[in-house]
């Protein structure tokens, strides 16, 4: 995880496989393909350095807490 000097508060990216593990750890039931997959979609903002996407945990934790819609 990175820790931004310039933010007011910790604001914490890292790549989608740093960013699942500490999902994991702090007990989200949260597949590492599924976050690819939102973050490849678009679902999740990323900046890409390469290959490598980058994306921020707040951003992560505020797409998996939305209320999602009603199954059809």
Known sequence: MKHSKYATGPV???SIHEIYRRLQEEGYRIG???LRAWVKNGQIPAVYRGKR???LYEDVLAFI???MPPAA
């Open 12 to 14: 914490q990216c890292g």
């Open 32 to 34: 590492e393909a599924a």
């Open 53 to 55: 996407a980058l994306v």
């Open 65 to 67: 807490s939305r209320p």
